[in-house]
C-alpha cells in the first residue's frame, strides 16, 4: 500500500504543473493549451511505443476503445474546462473545486464498486464533505472579493469559470474509475504500456481538434493567434512539452501503478496532492501568500481529506 500513496503523490505533484499553462499562457485559448498538451503528449509515446510494441499488440481493439474514451474524456475535454476555468476564475478557485475529487470519486465508487472494493460508512464520510464544503466557500468568498476590488474579472466570468470547473470535475470522476476498471481487469499488464497507449490514442484525437480550432478561426476571418505556436512559441512549446512528459506521460503512468495497487475509494482520495501542489504553484506564481480566508480554506480542505482518508472501506460480506 506504502510504494501506491508514493505513486499517487508523485502523480499529484506532476498534475498540479497542469495549472500552471493556462496562468502563464493566458493569450492562449484554452482549446489550444489543450490541444498543445496532448500533441506533445502523442509525440512523446510514439517512442515509447515502439518500444514496447510487443505488448501494446496483445491489447485487444476493445482495450484501444477503451484507451481511446479515456483519452478523449480523461484527457481533451477535462483540459479544455480546467483551461478555461482557469483563465476566467483565476488559479485558486478551480483548484479548489477540483479539491473536491477525493470525496466526489469516494462517493461514486463507494456508490458504484462497492461489491469489489467494500463499502464505505456514510455517517463517517459526512464529516469531510462539510469541511470540504466549507473550504470551497471560504476560498470563493475571498478570490471574489479580491478580484472586484481589483476590478481584473466580472463577476459573470467568474461564475462562468466556476461552471467550467464543475464540468472538469465530471470529466475527471469518470476518468478515474473507468481507468481503474481496466487495470484491476488486467493485473497482468503494464501499467507503463496501458500509458502509453493513451497517449497514442490521444494524439489523432488532438491533432483532429487543432484542425477544427483553425478552421474555425479561419471561417470567422479573424486569425487571432499566430499559428502554429502563437504570440511566444519559445514559453508554448517549452510548457507543452514539460506538460506532456511529466504531467501526461509520467503523470499517468504513476496514477496506474496507484490504481492498480489500491482500492479505487482509497486512491480517489488521493488525488488531493494534485490540488495542494497545484495551490502552492498559484500563488508561488503570484508572489504572495494565500488570504487569511483563502489559508483558512485550504485547512479546511485539507482536514477534509484527512478525515475522509481515515475511513476504510468494510469488506461486502462473502454469499452465504
Not at 500500500?1 to 502563464?24: C, D, I, S, T, Y
Not at 479548489?96 to 469516494?106: D, E, H, K, Q, S
Not at 481529506?305 to 475522509?308: G, M, P
Given at each position: 500500500?506504502?510504494?501506491?500513496?508514493?505513486?499517487?503523490?508523485?502523480?499529484?505533484?506532476?498534475?498540479?504543473?497542469?495549472?500552471?499553462?493556462?496562468?502563464?499562457l493566458?493569450d492562449?485559448?484554452?482549446?489550444?493549451?489543450?490541444?498543445?498538451r496532448y500533441?506533445?503528449?502523442?509525440?512523446?509515446?510514439?517512442?515509447?511505443?515502439?518500444?514496447?510494441?510487443?505488448?501494446?499488440?496483445?491489447?485487444?481493439?476493445?482495450?484501444?476503445?477503451?484507451?481511446?474514451?479515456?483519452?478523449l474524456?480523461?484527457?481533451l475535454?477535462?483540459?479544455?474546462?480546467?483551461?478555461?476555468a482557469?483563465?476566467?476564475?483565476g488559479?485558486?478557485?478551480?483548484t479548489?473545486?477540483?479539491?473536491?475529487?477525493?470525496?466526489?470519486?469516494?462517493i461514486?465508487?463507494?456508490?458504484?464498486?462497492w461489491?469489489?472494493?467494500?463499502?464505505?460508512?456514510?455517517g463517517?464520510?459526512?464529516?469531510?464533505?462539510l469541511?470540504?464544503?466549507?473550504?470551497?466557500?471560504?476560498?470563493n468568498?475571498?478570490?471574489?472579493?479580491?478580484?472586484?476590488?481589483?476590478?481584473?474579472?466580472?463577476?459573470a466570468s467568474?461564475?462562468?469559470?466556476?461552471?467550467?470547473?464543475?464540468g472538469?470535475?465530471?470529466?475527471?470522476?469518470?476518468y478515474?474509475?473507468?481507468?481503474?476498471d481496466?487495470?484491476?481487469?488486467?493485473?497482468?499488464?503494464?501499467p507503463r504500456?496501458w500509458?502509453?497507449?493513451?497517449?497514442?490514442?490521444?494524439?489523432?484525437?488532438?491533432?483532429?481538434g487543432?484542425?477544427?480550432?483553425?478552421?474555425?478561426?479561419?471561417?470567422?476571418?479573424?486569425?487571432?493567434?499566430?499559428w502554429?505556436?502563437?504570440?511566444?512559441?519559445?514559453?508554448?512549446?517549452?510548457?507543452?512539452?514539460?506538460i506532456?512528459l511529466?504531467?501526461?506521460?509520467?503523470?499517468?503512468?504513476?496514477?496506474?501503478?496507484?490504481?492498480?495497487?489500491?482500492?479505487?475509494t482509497?486512491?480517489?482520495?488521493?488525488?488531493?496532492?494534485e490540488?495542494?501542489?497545484?495551490?502552492?504553484?498559484?500563488?508561488?506564481?503570484?508572489?504572495?501568500?494565500?488570504?487569511?480566508?483563502?489559508?483558512?480554506?485550504?485547512?479546511?480542505l485539507?482536514?477534509g481529506?484527512?478525515?475522509?482518508l481515515?475511513?476504510r472501506?468494510?469488506?461486502?460480506?462473502?454469499?452465504?
Open positions: 500500500m506504502a510504494l501506491g500513496v508514493l505513486f499517487a503523490l508523485a502523480a499529484g505533484l506532476m498534475w498540479g504543473l497542469v495549472f500552471v499553462a493556462p496562468l502563464l493566458h492562449y485559448p484554452a482549446a489550444l493549451l489543450s490541444v498543445g500533441i506533445a503528449f502523442g509525440l512523446i509515446a510514439l517512442p515509447l511505443a515502439f518500444i514496447d510494441w510487443r505488448r501494446l499488440r496483445e491489447l485487444t481493439r476493445e482495450d484501444w476503445l477503451e484507451a481511446a474514451k479515456l483519452a474524456v480523461g484527457n475535454l477535462y483540459y479544455l474546462l480546467l483551461a478555461a482557469i483563465q476566467r476564475a488559479g485558486p478557485l478551480p479548489m473545486i477540483i479539491g473536491t475529487l477525493p470525496v466526489v470519486i469516494a461514486v465508487s463507494n456508490l458504484r464498486d461489491h469489489r472494493d467494500g463499502r464505505l460508512p456514510w463517517r464520510l459526512a464529516p469531510s464533505l469541511l470540504i464544503a466549507l473550504g470551497i466557500a471560504l476560498v468568498h475571498s478570490e471574489l472579493a479580491q478580484l472586484r476590488a481589483a476590478a481584473e474579472l466580472e463577476a467568474y461564475a462562468l469559470g466556476a461552471l467550467l470547473a464543475v472538469a470535475v465530471i470529466c475527471w470522476t469518470w478515474p474509475i473507468r481507468n481503474a481496466w487495470l484491476r481487469a488486467h493485473p497482468g499488464r503494464s504500456v500509458a502509453t497507449a493513451q497517449g497514442v490514442t490521444t494524439l489523432p484525437l488532438a491533432l483532429t487543432l484542425g477544427m480550432l483553425l478552421l474555425w478561426d479561419m471561417t470567422a476571418g479573424d486569425l487571432r493567434y499566430d502554429p505556436f502563437g504570440p511566444t512559441p519559445e514559453r508554448f512549446l517549452g510548457l507543452m512539452l514539460a506532456g511529466l504531467a501526461s506521460w509520467l503523470g499517468t503512468l504513476c496514477w496506474n501503478e496507484a490504481s492498480q495497487r489500491l482500492p479505487t482509497l486512491v480517489g482520495q488521493l488525488i488531493v496532492f490540488t495542494l501542489a497545484a495551490l502552492a504553484y498559484a500563488f508561488v506564481l503570484r508572489g504572495q501568500w494565500p488570504a487569511l480566508p483563502t489559508a483558512a480554506g485550504i485547512a479546511l485539507i482536514a481529506v484527512l478525515w475522509a481515515r475511513v472501506p468494510l469488506p461486502h460480506p462473502a454469499p452465504a
